[in-house]
C-alpha cells in the first residue's frame, strides 16, 4: 500500500519560515520524481516545486528564491524548505510521486501565513 504522509507546523506569520516535510511509504521511492503542489481556497491547485530522479529541481516563478526542495532517498522522504512566508502562499499543500503513469498523493497539510 502506497502512503505519502506529510508533516510540518501549519501557522506562521508573514516573513517566517516553515519546512514540510513527505514521507513515502510502499514505493522505490529513489525513482519517482518528487513534487510539492499546493491549493489555495477557490483556486486550481499549483505545482510549487519538483525534485525529479537526479535531483534537479524546478520552482514556480512565485516561490523562486524563497522555496527549497530536497530529497533524502535514504528516508524516503521529501521536504521543502518555505522562507520569506507570504500570506498568498496559504494553501493546503500536497505532496505527489510521480513515475511514467503512476502518480501517488499525500492527504494534504494545510499551510496558514498570517499578515
Known amino acids: 500500500q502506497v502512503q505519502l504522509v506529510e508533516s510540518g507546523v501549519g501557522l506562521v506569520q508573514a516573513g517566517g519560515s516553515l519546512r514540510l516535510s513527505c514521507a513515502a511509504s510502499?514505493?522505490?521511492?529513489?525513482?519517482?520524481?518528487m513534487n510539492w503542489y499546493r491549493q489555495a481556497p477557490g483556486k486550481q491547485r499549483e505545482l510549487v516545486a519538483a525534485?525529479?530522479?537526479?535531483?534537479?529541481?524546478n520552482y514556480a516563478d512565485s516561490v523562486k528564491g524563497r522555496f527549497t526542495i530536497s530529497r533524502d532517498n535514504a528516508k524516503n522522504t521529501v521536504y521543502l524548505q518555505m522562507n520569506s512566508l507570504k500570506p498568498e502562499d496559504t494553501a493546503v499543500y500536497y505532496c505527489?510521486?510521480?513515475?511514467?503513469?503512476?502518480?501517488?498523493w499525500g492527504q494534504g497539510t494545510q499551510v496558514t501565513v498570517s499578515s
Open positions: 525534485i525529479a530522479t537526479s535531483g534537479s529541481t
Open positions: 510502499g514505493i522505490i521511492f529513489s525513482i519517482f520524481t
Open positions: 505527489n510521486a510521480q513515475m511514467v503513469f503512476h502518480a501517488y
